[in-house]
């Protein structure tokens, strides 16, 4: 099965800085890599995701790129904003299962 | 468009209580789960079911049961509570597209146990 290891756990930016999130996978056949973002209080939600017949994939100000090669992929956040505050979860199939196997987490302050 | 619906929001138990959490889901999805969610920490998964009919242990199954009633609705249980087991708990229902799973969770349910 996939093992996905996430850093870093906390990651405090001023506001209008960049962010990086990156994970490793294990499983070489994994091919689809979705991120997700908890705000406080609130559910997991889907933001963005990576397919493996690409590097790179945009949307305004957040992209995820992928590195099969040496088996991570990141989440950048540009001109980040208090509202970009929350707990980032990256993740990747279990390629010998029917589910997702989720990072630990990182959590993002955005200080004003 | 509901998506995953879990009820109660909110429950206190008290410690060897019961109590069942109800998930539905109207996205027609195969997949359903259930996690649960310390404070500040990850999702641990307790038990999920691939298809209607199934149900498998996750990474922390012990003091749960689970039911896939039907496609829409996946319960969890505790059968005996302990103050361990104080969490948010959050279903989820996925739907697979070729190369992986979309998950969408529910509001979640807070469960104190004293």
């Known amino acids: 099965g996939e093992n996905v290891e996430q850093h870093p756990s906390t990651l405090s930016v001023q506001e209008g800085d960049s962010a990086v999130i990156k994970c490793t996978y294990s499983d070489s056949a994994s091919n689809y890599f979705p991120w997700y973002k908890q705000e406080l209080g609130k559910r997991p939600q889907l933001i963005i995701d990576i397919r493996s017949n690409v590097g790179e994939k945009k949307d305004q100000r957040i992209a995820v790129t992928l590195n099969k090669t040496a088996k991570h992929f990141s989440l950048h956040i540009t001109e980040t904003q208090p509202e970009d505050s929350a707990v980032y979860f990256c993740a990747g199939p279990d390629t010998g299962g029917f589910k997702t196997i989720f990072g630990a987490g990182t959590r993002l302050f955005v200080k004003a | 468009n509901a998506g995953v619906t879990q009820t109660p929001k909110f429950q206190v138990l008290k410690t060897g209580q019961s109590m069942t959490l109800q998930c539905a889901q109207d996205?027609?999805?195969?997949?359903m789960y259930w996690y649960r969610q310390d404070p500040g920490m990850g999702l641990r998964l307790i038990y999920y079911?691939?298809?209607?009919?199934?149900?498998d242990k996750g990474e922390v199954p012990n003091g749960y049961n689970v039911s896939r009633l039907n496609k829409r609705e996946f319960s969890l249980r505790l059968e005996s509570a302990a103050p361990s087991q104080t969490s948010v708990y959050f279903c989820a229902s996925s739907s697979y597209h070729g190369q992986g799973y979309d998950y969408t969770f529910g509001s979640g349910t807070r469960l104190t146990v004293v």
């Open positions: 996205m027609n999805h195969n997949s």
């Open positions: 079911s691939a298809s209607e009919g199934t149900t």
